[in-house]
């Protein structure tokens, strides 16, 4: 099985849109910005050198990766970090964000379950009011 399979993004998809796989180890030679979900272990710490990484560090909680990263001589822009509010920072903010996607895709399901067109929907922002118009569209 290849990564990505079981979320329907195959390589071969990538390497259409001009991207080209390599082994997890030649990520990190040929890379100088590297994205990352969770904080790097501690095997991956010396591959970051000189390097760029955007990702969750945890500085006040994981302090001796944060210290290891310092001796790095790298960048690392920690996305956990960024101020979360209601302002220009909040398109940072990767634990709203990801449950705002992971919202609407669950609506998304719901929908094609639920027998009717919901009514409206209620998000943190406020709410959208239903529509008054239904256009469908038949190609």
């Known amino acids: 099985m290849q990564e990505g399979e ?3 993004f195959h390589d071969e998809n990538y390497e259409d849109a001009g991207a080209k796989i390599v082994s997890y180890e030649e990520v990190f030679k040929v890379s100088d910005i590297l994205t990352k979900i969770r904080p790097p272990s501690e095997s991956e710490i010396p591959k970051l050198a000189s390097k760029t990484m955007i990702g969750m560090i945890l ?3 994981t302090l001796k990766l944060f210290e290891d ?3 790095q001589n790298m960048n690392v822009f920690a996305l956990d970090c ?3 509010m209601l302002s220009s920072a909040q ?3 990767i634990l709203s964000s990801q449950a705002n996607i992971a919202e609407y895709r669950a609506i ?3 929908a094609e379950q ?3 067109f ?3 929907q209620m998000t943190a922002a406020g709410k959208v009011p239903p529509a008054k118009v239904l256009v469908v569209w038949q190609a």
Do not use: Q, W
């Open 69 to 71: 990263l310092s001796k």
């Open 91 to 93: 398109s940072y903010d």
């Open 108 to 110: 998304i399901e719901a």
């Open 114 to 116: 639920f027998p009717r």
């Open 82 to 84: 960024v101020p979360c």
């Open 6 to 8: 079981k979320a329907s």
């Open 59 to 61: 500085p006040a909680i």
């Open 118 to 120: 919901f009514a409206r």
